[in-house]
């Protein structure tokens, strides 16, 4: 009969995901694709971005879009419409995308005629910041009607963002937003990140966000 | 939700560790969870009980969890403090230039296996 015997292991719970990460990871960087894990709350703008942003860059960059949503595939036909590729990924009730889900996404897509893939995480501030998916820039974007307080509340997703886009700051006035309130909140938790305030609809800010992009892509194929 | 879905991926983890030790049953997994992981100890035994059991080679395991108080030290003062209890802010000397020394961990420690 077999016996009882304590192994050690000493692995963070989220080791065998971190692995899956890498391996995505590492095939994205030999294929030059870019691959984005955009994070934001509900209603946020994520789609709305997106849609503008590869309306604007439809002649020097190819986007695929891997949305992620609890249910229904709404997101998905929108960027079809912009005349992106999307395909759209269920997370089947689960709070967040992992690198397994993106792999799978990722599958969809025709990888070899793209140029930036973008994960559009589920909806939620707190759990996608955890989950590493195998991309290799975090974008989040906070929509001025939330407050600035967010990143108090919900620090690690403000840690880990590569950039922080300010969305609907075209309103900002209408909800006491306070720029320079939520620029050192951000900064206790993440001391260099860009903070690029942007309105999708009026188009301020957006050529800032479409340079970091640019420059982004251009560092990751260097 | 959260706790579901972390809990899949913990046992992702333990059918790798499961893999590479050729292991036929897990009975006892200890973990190491800090205080400020964002992990709910009641919620995630709710969810491992329910996902273990539909594993032949988990049903019925104990999760043992650890706790780790989660303590942040002050960059002003040197000194440190219970982070549950008093947040960002150090109740020595009033700074807000403080740093989180420990619990988030979130780790598997060991595994009790045949």
């Given at each position: 009969m077999?016996?009882?015997r304590?192994i ?5 719970v989220f ?7 890498d391996?995505?990871?590492e ?5 030059g694709?870019l691959l984005?894990?955009l994070?934001?709350s509900p209603?946020a703008?994520?789609t709305t971005?997106l849609?503008?942003t590869i309306?604007?860059?439809h002649d020097?960059i190819?986007?695929g879009?891997i ?11 929108t960027?079809r419409?912009?005349g992106a590729?999307?395909v759209q990924v269920?997370?089947g009730g689960?709070c967040?995308?992992d ?9 969809e ?9 973008v994960i559009e995480n ?9 989950f ?5 820039a975090?974008?989040?974007i ?17 840690q880990?963002?590569d950039?922080?886009?300010?969305s609907k700051?075209d309103?900002a ?5 306070d720029?320079?309130q ?12 860009p903070i690029?305030?942007?309105?999708a609809?009026?188009?301020e800010g957006m ?9 982004r892509?251009?560092?990751?194929r260097? | 939700?959260?706790e579901l879905?972390v ?6 983890t ?7 030790n050729?292991l036929t049953r897990?009975e006892?997994v200890t ?5 400020v992981?964002?992990v ?10 329910w996902a273990?059991?539909?594993r032949?080679?988990l049903a019925?395991a104990t999760?043992?969890?650890q706790?780790i108080?989660?303590v942040t030290?002050?960059n ?10 008093h947040?960002?802010t150090?109740?020595h000397c009033?700074s807000e230039?403080t740093?989180?020394l420990?619990?988030t961990?979130?780790?598997?420690r060991?595994?009790t296996?045949?």
């Open positions: 077999d016996e009882l304590v050690q292991v000493k692995e963070h080791a065998s995901n971190a692995r899956n990460a391996d995505v990871r095939r994205c960087h030999k294929q694709l984005i894990n994070m934001s209603g703008g994520k971005l849609g503008a309306d604007a860059l020097e190819a986007f879009i949305e992620a949503d609890v249910d229904s595939a709404v997101d998905a036909h960027i419409e912009h590729q999307a269920h997370t689960m967040h995308l690198a397994g889900m993106c792999d799978q996404g990722l599958a897509l025709d990888c070899d005629s793209l140029d930036v893939a589920v909806g939620n501030l707190i759990c996608p910041a955890e590493d998916t195998g991309a290799s975090k974008v989040m906070l929509s001025t009607p939330e407050g600035h307080d967010k990143p108090l509340k919900y620090p690690l997703m403000f880990e963002s950039v922080v886009l300010v700051i309103v006035p209408y909800f006491d937003f720029m320079e939520f620029e050192h909140n951000v900064r206790l938790r993440n001391k260099d990140v690029i305030p942007v309105s609809k009026t188009g050529d800032v966000w479409y340079q970091w992009l640019r420059d892509l251009s560092a990751w260097s | 939700m959260h879905g809990v899949f991926a913990m046992i992702d333990l059918d790798d560790v499961r893999k590479d050729d897990i006892r973990l190491d969870l800090g205080e992981s964002g709910i100890p009641e919620y995630l035994q709710d969810c491992w009980k273990a059991s539909k032949d080679w019925g999760l043992d969890v706790q108080d989660a030290v002050c002003d003062c040197g000194r440190t403090y219970g982070t549950v209890k947040g960002r150090c109740p009033g230039h740093e989180l420990r619990g961990e979130f780790e598997i060991d595994v296996a045949m």
